[in-house]
């Protein structure tokens, strides 16, 4: 059933995300009904140790036969989709985003300016849109301005703000890693709503695979990991509402919408554990470290002092305002909540 | 209507309909938001012109006392601000002179106390009604708008040698007097489409603010500026990451960014030849953050940031002023005493509270202390939109 590798099969094994994965299947001549055949057991188990992977926060790092690995990639798509848990399309992306980013950096940094190129075309410009520069002699990589911004706003850390760059004549320098990490957020986000995009007839999977997504789906509902929030979003100002969509939807807020969402609940009178649950929906959500940082914005760690909500103008700055006329006069956020704007909003 | 204030909006009339031509059209007019003030303070916004000439129409009409055009770029302008459908925005810079702390402002801005009007030497509390809600009221000066242009140049300098954008030309940048006491710079093309927090990026990069040595250096890669070997990174308290101890930072004035701008003034400024800093300070006792302070762009972050605010349309009056915010095409010439003035010459009988020595259309004025004077309508409308100044009539 499975015919030999061509000279793309090991890249796609390892960006199987690459829109050319579902043609290279083709070529593979293969249907859903044959993983009922025992002698494809080892594919069924290896798609299964990605999702086993994933669930648990690792990355599945194998590249063996490179069939088998795209093979084994769409399976475990196909596992997470018939399990219908929303988080765990996020996590999965999440995982298999990193395993890419863990070979984009051993790909760029080879010598071979030609291989380079290759990844940074069929990565970078087909998938993301984003022309990146190889210079080969300064060992770095150029991106504009924009598209860098584009991608480095969403992260947290000083590291990443475009002071602390090299930028020349329009275009920020950056390094290997660096030039990677900036896109894996994306990534992850391509492959979920790959995920997403499946129509799955779970009645219709083989028995091997359908074993495996109970599995899964059980192992699922006891962590409490995975556990999905549902608020009452009437309460609260525009600015909170939009983080608790994006957190409702998987997405990933910035670090400084987080502190927001953290500092403001904490203030209208929430309890820690509770803020904790608000961020359960976040991809790279994990339990400890969400309730140390919760912790120290509510003053129970570190220097011992409470963050206070930004106000209105600082928000508006980070340019998490969704300024509605019910915001009117309000200073800060909390305002909103406290003198019951979200009243007006009803009436 | 205050007989002062109708004077003003009769002269502003008058501007509108004799110099329509200077009213800028923004590329894409249709798809701006436009706005103005009228002079009883009321705002009207939401306004969409599909020409120039219905705006203009509009100005000979309403003569209003500032009018606004959105950076921003609308599907729907006349909408609701959620309803808008945000395009993009034009990328715009603000110089306030007052932000730049001239030291000549002492010798000629003026305070008033806002309640009883009377003014006062400083900043401190009124003599005659123990008021403390004083007005600052600048009065630029030559010296004044100097500072302005140097910082146009330090932000035009960095823009072109950073982001590519090439202030020679006048299709992308566009640098504008405020009408009364600053710069906007314009800039249009391929920065058009960033959103407002890669906005606030620009602005921190430009204000180097939140720059982290430690960082940008250890990011720069060996040829340029880098950490010495067994450094420590951090200082005592763990605070600043800036202020580090036993760092040596190996100075390139080849390279970019910030890197090679740094390094450069300090190496033009020390007076060792020594091509390292030691422990984030040089020869004659200043440190990297009094290079960052000389070499930043002080600009107004609100302005650039958020991207649905209405701003000064290039071609109309400042009701602070009475001048116009127009083009300086050659910054280095421009004089707004001249060329932003447009008010007509007709003398007018007026009572000045206070005002220093000033020049207007190559006319010096004062200076004045609570006093009638026979002085041009421009001068009298100078005076007049910034509180120091009120009609006479013959009765």
Known sequence: ?347 | MDETINIVRQAFREFYYNNYNLIEAPNAIEEREFGYFKFDGTMVRHLSFKSINELIALLIREVPADVYCSSAYYSYPTRVMQEKGLKGADLIFDIDIKELKPQCAERHDVYLCSICKSSLQSNSTCEKCNSSSIKHIPIPCNECINLGKSEVRKLLNILEDDFAIDSSNKDEVCVYFSGNNGFHVHIKGRYTNLDSNARAEVVNYLSAKGLVYDILFKSNRGKEVRVLKGSSYKDKDNKNPNHATNIKFLLNPDGYGWVGRVSRYILNNRRGKSKYINNNYYADGNTIDDALLKLSVRIDPNVTIDMHRIFRLAGTLNSKSSLAKVICDDLNSFNPFNDACFISDREVNAYIIKAPRFTLKGNTFGPFMEEHAKIPLYAFCYLACKGLASIVTDE
């Open chain 1, 1 to 347: 059933m499975i015919s030999n590798s061509n000279n793309n099969s090991r890249l796609i094994a390892k960006y199987p995300f690459l829109s050319n994965a579902a043609d290279y299947l083709k070529v593979l001549n293969y249907s859903l009904e044959e993983f009922n055949d025992p002698s494809l057991a080892n594919i069924i188990d290896k798609a299964s140790k990605r999702v086993l992977a994933a669930i648990n926060g690792i990355v599945y790092d194998e590249l063996e036969d490179a069939d088998i690995e795209i093979v084994s990639f769409l399976l475990a798509c196909i596992m997470v989709r018939a399990t219908k848990v929303k988080n765990l399309y996020k996590r999965f992306a999440l995982a298999e985003a990193k395993r890419a980013e863990m070979f984009l950096i051993q790909d760029l940094s080879k010598d071979s300016k030609i291989t380079i190129d290759n990844i940074l075309r069929v990565i970078f410009r087909d998938l993301f849109n984003v022309d990146v520069i190889y210079d080969k002699d300064n060992a770095l990589f150029k991106i504009r301005v924009e598209d860098y911004l584009r991608y480095s706003t969403n992260f947290h850390d000083g590291y990443w703000r475009l002071v602390n760059r090299i930028v020349h004549k329009g275009y920020v320098h950056l390094n290997s890693k660096d030039v990677i990490r900036l896109i894996r957020d994306e990534l992850m986000l391509i492959i979920a709503s790959k995920i997403e995009g499946m129509s799955i007839d779970e009645g219709r999977l083989p028995e091997p695979i359908a074993k495996y997504v109970n599995a899964f789906r059980a192992m699922v509902y006891e962590n409490k990991e995975f556990s999905v929030f549902r608020i009452d979003k009437g309460r609260y100002p525009p600015c909170i509402v939009n983080i608790l969509n994006t957190l409702e939807q998987g997405g990933n807020p910035s670090h400084t919408a987080r502190v927001l969402l953290a500092t403001y609940m904490l203030a209208i009178g929430n309890s820690v554990d509770e803020v904790c649950e608000l961020f359960k929906n976040a991809p790279d959500y994990n339990a400890n470290i969400t309730r140390y940082q919760v912790e120290h914005l509510a003053g129970l760690r570190g220097n011992m002092v409470r963050y206070a909500c930004p106000s209105c103008e600082k928000v508006m700055l980070q340019g998490l305002c969704y300024k509605s006329k019910e915001c009117e006069g309000i200073k800060n956020p909390v305002q909103f909540t406290i003198k019951g704007r979200y009243e007006q909003r009803d009436g």
